[in-house]
């Protein structure tokens, strides 16, 4: 088991955010959190890194209790990737290796700079290594923040909307390496989504949020069209392609 939730809660102020929230991932998995805007899903992921300490409630990744670690040893088990990456004048080689910053001790070691050159490789980067990321588009940024997390040798990674302001290829190829590299590598990964239909494409489990709390979690082709609609507040059906759920939101001609 990487990743275990147990009972985390989390309020801003006297507002709950986050109820009794309990699920597991195992290795080789990925889970997506999903639900509609402001339900909590990025405090979610922030409560699993400890970037926001939860009311109640723990968060274990390969047994170790999150919560009573530093940042430094947090950042060995969990490779964080946010919604925004900050564009900065470092190149992409120098950007992707901040992310041994967990590893190094007094400099840069050769194993660093093997790691960071393996990773540049995997995410197809060769050619912009040398380039600038304030010069780069949307989705080589997002290749970027991936691979930092990567170099970080994590357990978990923890992807908040890895897809967003991306255009369709580039989200298609985002997806499939995140599945392949969470198969290859043996770690488990939990990102939140908007597109449902993607998200139920390429991760294993799914986990709804509503008014704070967990509606349903399971399997992927356990998803119905009732669970979307009381979720979102949206008709839908559902039609599998190619034995991936599709959900189609009901138009008011189709119910005629």
Not at 94 to 108: E, Q
Not at 117 to 135: E, M, N, S, W
Not at 181 to 189: C, K, L, T, W
Request: with cysteine; hydrophobic share 45%.
């Amino acid at each position: 088991m990487i990743l275990e939730v147990e009972s985390v809660s989390f309020s801003y102020s006297s507002r709950l955010v986050l109820r009794d929230i309990r699920f597991k991932v195992e290795r080789g998995e990925i889970l997506v959190i999903l639900g509609p805007n402001g339900v909590g899903k990025t405090t979610l992921l922030k409560c699993m890194n400890a970037i926001l300490h939860p009311d109640t409630g723990t968060v274990f990744v390969d047994g170790q209790s999150v919560l009573s670690l530093d940042s430094s040893e947090i950042a060995r088990l969990i490779g964080y990737v946010a919604q925004y990456t900050e564009r900065s004048r470092l190149t992409v080689f120098d950007a992707i290796l901040m992310g041994r910053h967990p590893h190094v001790s007094w400099k840069v070691s050769k194993k660093d700079l093997t790691t960071v050159d393996a990773a540049v490789k995997l995410l197809g980067l060769d050619h912009l290594a040398l380039r600038y990321i304030d010069q780069m588009s949307g989705g080589e940024l997002q290749k970027v923040a991936i691979a930092r997390a990567l170099v970080q040798e994590p357990r978990l990674l923890l992807l908040d909307e890895p897809t967003s302001n991306l255009d369709l290829k580039n989200q298609v190829e985002i997806l499939n390496l995140l599945r392949r590299i969470v198969r290859e590598h043996g770690v488990s990964a939990v990102m939140t989504m908007h597109d449902l239909n993607k998200a139920l494409r390429y991760a294993d489990k799914y986990l709804f949020l509503k008014e704070g709390m967990i509606f349903s979690a399971g399997k992927v082709g356990e998803v119905t069209a009732e669970m979307v609609q009381a979720v979102y507040g949206l008709p839908v059906k559902i039609h599998s392609y190619n034995g991936n759920p599709v959900v189609i939101p009901v138009e008011e001609d189709d119910k005629m």
